[in-house]
């Protein structure tokens, strides 16, 4: 159950509301390549509108490192995002400063404004208290709806939550409830998959999900490391040198529940054009070559737990996918997750790419919006944007 009051909770007719929204979008061209996270925020957006709040919406869009830069300006969201909800969207030239002030000001009941982008600010990162007051002047209320932005402690995210009555959008709600729910009381059996680079960037998403899965599978960089702390030759594979005790750890204290790869895609060198061939983990990664993707027998025995599953949970790819030809096995294990009967949680960018090159994410159950904010809470930590939130009684 989610803890926090959400928009139901609170009083918005007539009121200006301050909601900070994830509009980190891609931008090609000057349009938005994508609208997914537009679109995420429409039940928020479409609720307050509907009761009677005129919205100020806040968001960031990359890192143009705490000063206005063109290539980074939401602009080009205005037009999708009335588009979207049916209705005018004005534009703010800043975040928070004169123009944001007097266009906030003026909004009646069934506005929008949009706020350039609070990172053009630098108090936005810093979580400066100034900013955050500025940001905070504009509305009589706050709502988040960022999930993707949860796990960081910036003005527009946490601060303002200090000087306004500060409540939970629907998308982030969701996302906490969900994801909170799988750890805590999952259908079971709970097979998790996790791809990636690095051990170290999921050290604290394995000490937590270990003791709550009955299987983890591994892919990707992650696996190599594994593979080499039991003594496999992984050729020049990404292999994390610095954290083989910690795979030596977990593979003693967890060995039964970890899956690990029986065989890989390997290549002579980084390239969609590199020569490639399949190889046992059993003869080793040959010298000079490097494996970039799980291979056909690990998707083989990867598939019966995906299949059995009573939940699942999904984070990472299982290849270098951003090149075709070591993209097989995560959409493979894509396509097995779609066709799995238990319940489906997937979340990283790339693993959601599968998803939408196979045309296959509207057979997922919850497909997370955030990235670190989803590893931090599957490590089971707090979101600093949420603690912030008033408590339901």
């Not at 079971?188 to 960037?201: E, H, W, Y």
């Not at 702390?229 to 083989?244: F, H, I, N």
């Amino acid at each position: 159950m989610f803890r926090k009051k959400t928009v139901r909770d609170i009083a918005i007719e007539g009121r200006t509301v301050l909601v900070r929204v994830d509009f980190n979008v891609p931008i090609h061209e000057g349009r938005v390549a994508d609208d997914t996270r537009i679109r995420a925020t429409l039940p928020t957006l479409t609720y307050l509108l509907e009761h009677g709040a005129a919205l100020v919406l806040a968001s960031h869009l990359g890192r143009p490192k705490g000063r206005p830069n063109p290539a980074f300006s939401l602009r080009p969201v205005v037009e999708p995002l009335a588009a979207r909800l049916g209705r005018p969207v004005q534009f703010a030239t800043d975040p928070a400063g004169p123009d944001a002030q007097a266009k906030a000001a003026a909004l009646q009941p069934g506005q929008v404004l949009l706020l350039e982008n609070t990172r053009f600010d630098p108090g936005e990162t810093r979580n400066d208290p100034a900013f955050a007051q500025r940001l905070a002047s504009l509305a009589q209320v706050f709502v988040n709806d960022a999930f993707g932005t949860a796990h960081r402690l910036h003005a527009s995210t946490v601060g303002v939550a200090r000087y306004l009555p500060a409540v939970a959008g629907f998308l982030l709600a969701k996302e906490v409830e969900t994801i909170t729910r799988l750890l805590e009381d999952p259908a079971r059996p709970l097979v998790t998959i996790l791809g990636g680079a690095k051990i170290s960037d999921k050290i604290k998403v394995l000490h937590n999900l270990l003791p709550r899965a009955e299987r983890l599978l591994i892919g990707g960089g992650m696996a190599n490391t594994f593979l080499a702390a039991q003594g496999y030759r992984l050729g020049a594979s990404l292999v994390e040198a610095q954290a083989r005790e910690t795979a030596i750890a977990l593979l003693e204290t967890y060995g039964e529940k970890i899956v690990l790869p029986v065989d890989f895609i390997v290549a002579d060198r980084f390239a969609a054009d590199a020569q490639t061939r399949r190889v046992p983990v059993s003869e080793g990664v040959p010298e000079g070559w490097m494996a970039l993707d799980i291979g056909p027998e690990t998707v083989e025995r990867f598939a019966p737990f995906i299949r059995e599953a009573g939940s699942i949970i999904w984070n990472g790819p299982l290849g270098v996918f951003e090149l075709a030809p070591f993209a097989r096995g995560t959409v493979a294990v894509a396509r097995l997750v779609a066709e799995s009967p238990g319940f489906s949680l997937v979340g990283g960018g790339d693993s959601v790419a599968a998803l939408h090159q196979a045309g296959l994410a509207d057979r997922i159950d919850h497909i997370s919006t955030g990235g670190g904010a989803t590893l931090k809470l599957l490590a089971g930590e707090p979101l600093p944007a949420v603690e912030v939130l008033e408590d339901k009684p």
